[in-house]
């Protein structure tokens, strides 16, 4: 079990920067480092979570989805139990909720294997 909090959003012009944060609760018998951390976004109420980064265990494997290569940078440090995106050159199109999540395996790119959750922090870029 596993419970995530996310941190950082809020409102930046284009071009600017923001730094998200993830911080996780693990249940005992378990550690933050047996996880891989993905971000997602959701980019309307309708939509579905999207990908846009992930980190392995032990943060030595990194991908991001095309659309934030080169601006934004995913990274951890388990002795924090904490996941970062630093996001930086900001575009209309990077509004969004921005969800952290924890699943057990790397690669997985899809929300439906997360098995656990934050409640999501809004990032507003504005023109």
């Given at each position: 079990q596993v419970t995530l909090i996310e941190s950082?959003?809020?409102?930046?012009q284009t071009g600017g920067s923001l730094r998200l944060s993830c911080v996780?609760?693990?249940a005992s018998g378990h550690s933050?480092?047996?996880?891989t951390i993905g971000w997602f976004r959701r980019q309307a109420p309708t939509k579905e979570r999207e990908f846009v980064?992930?980190?392995?265990?032990?943060?030595e494997k990194?991908?991001?989805?095309d659309s934030v290569k080169g601006r934004f940078?995913?990274?951890?440090?388990?002795?924090?139990n904490s996941v970062y995106l630093q996001m930086n050159g900001l575009e209309a199109g990077d509004t969004?909720?921005?969800y952290c999540g924890a699943t057990w395996l790397y690669g997985r790119l899809r929300a439906y294997e997360y098995v656990g959750w934050g409640q999501g922090t809004q990032v507003t870029v504005s023109s």
């Open positions: 950082g959003g809020g409102l930046v996780a609760s693990v933050f480092s047996d996880y980064a992930i980190i392995n265990s032990n943060g990194l991908a991001y989805a940078t995913i990274s951890r440090d388990n002795a924090k969004a909720v921005y």
